[in-house]
């Protein structure tokens, strides 16, 4: 704030698994978009802390994103392919040290942020580079009636996200009704509820939740624990 006082600061989550940079990405792909054009996004998951990787700046159109070239920007990689430009950030002047083994997020990328905020342009931190590294994400993929992903993400109240969207479900619908559709986890069939509420019982239970994202729950319950689900455990959505 001493760097740039008019800013506006949200906290996104501070629950991503410790040095799980997958978790990061995802979480941050989907949730980037919610924010106002002009939105800096500053992304600190970085067990590569004080290493040789690179810091970067990764700009499109309406965002900015500031974080390690770690992969964790890799949904968005994807998804603004047409406008990204990826700065390596080299311009020591505007960080708060230049040397910081262990704590890079308050020496260099909030710094970095706030200055890009108060209005300097974003080639002056850096050269633009094209070898950004990009992780392997799991993605769903869709055959012989059988769509298959996998939960890429546990909440603070035990509920599982998996990789499958909404739009992928809807896809696979045109082929049969959803009604005619059977959802899994770990080989488990699983009732579709639209809300939590609606569950009445203690049951393990699929909702669509409000990132689009297909989740598994307990109502005012924790799925991870009780039903022992874990991040990779496999998802499948079965047209019957």
Do not use: W
Not at 18 to 31: K, L, R, V
Not at 69 to 97: P, W
């Amino acid at each position: 704030m001493s760097l740039h006082d008019r800013a506006n600061i949200l906290d996104l989550t501070h629950g991503i698994a410790s040095h799980n940079i997958q978790e990061a990405a995802f979480t941050i792909g989907i949730n980037y978009g919610y924010f106002p054009a002009g939105t800096i996004h500053v992304v600190i998951v970085d067990p590569g802390v004080g290493s040789s990787r690179r810091n970067i700046l990764v700009v499109t159109d309406r965002y900015c994103f500031i974080g390690p070239d770690n992969g964790v920007f890799s949904v968005i990689y994807e998804r603004e392919k047409a406008s990204l430009q990826v700065i390596h950030i080299t311009a020591d002047q505007y960080f708060l040290r230049a040397k910081s083994p262990t704590f890079q997020g308050r020496d260099v990328f909030a710094p970095v942020a706030a200055h890009l905020a108060g209005g300097i342009d974003f080639r002056k931190f850096g050269e633009r580079i094209f070898d950004f590294k990009t992780l392997d994400l799991p993605l769903p993929n869709y055959k012989e009636k059988l769509l298959k992903g996998e939960i890429i993400h546990i909440d603070k109240f035990g509920n599982a996200m998996s990789n499958i969207s909404g739009t992928d479900i809807a896809n696979v619908s045109r082929y049969g009704s959803r009604g005619m559709m059977k959802i899994f986890l770990s080989g488990r069939e699983i009732p579709m509820k639209e809300y939590y509420n609606q569950a009445a019982d203690k049951m393990l239970y699929a909702v669509i939740n409000s990132s689009d994202y297909l989740e598994f729950f307990i109502n005012c319950g924790n799925a991870a624990e009780d039903y022992k689900v874990s991040i990779g455990d496999f998802v499948e959505v079965k047209l019957m």
